[in-house]
């Protein structure tokens, strides 16, 4: 996202300044402590046609090998190993996988389902990647969303200035 909060803008999600650092140190960090991913329809179907043959590393191995729960109502048109509907409401699928045994569950690429979370309560921590600079408009990560309060647990720092921000979500205000 960046810095002004914008992760979708005008001409489509906001991708920052790649760099080699931010593929490989903070991505490794975002997803280190991962063993499932819940995507938006429109996320899924973007990204099953493009992860499967991808070699963009370590993303690629892990978003191909990790189980893909998708919020939508229709069922899929794309295979993508590992892949499945999230049959029933979102916020009670999410609530029963936290109960299971298991590790963290990311939500990627999807900003609806996010924000679903965020203002349901479930959402435990937030990893952000913020670029350096600003969008001045477009689809904001917290539009819509009750005010929280957050902590910091980690900051990384990439050699472009992109940021990977680490925070426990605490309570609302």
Known sequence: MTLDGVVEGIEGFFTGQADDDLDDRLAAAVIASQDAVILGRRSFDLWATFWPTAQIEPFASFVNSVPKYVATSTPLATEWAGSRVIDGDLVAFVRDLKAQPGRDIGVHASISVAQALLTAGVVDELRLV????????????????????????????????????????????
Not at 154 to 159: D, I, W, Y
């Open 130 to 173: 913020v670029a350096p600079g600003t969008a001045g408009a477009g689809r904001r990560l917290l539009d819509g969303v009750p005010p929280v309060n957050l902590t910091l647990l980690a900051g990384l720092t990439s050699s472009t200035g992109n940021l990977l921000l680490h925070y426990r979500v605490d309570e609302r205000r």
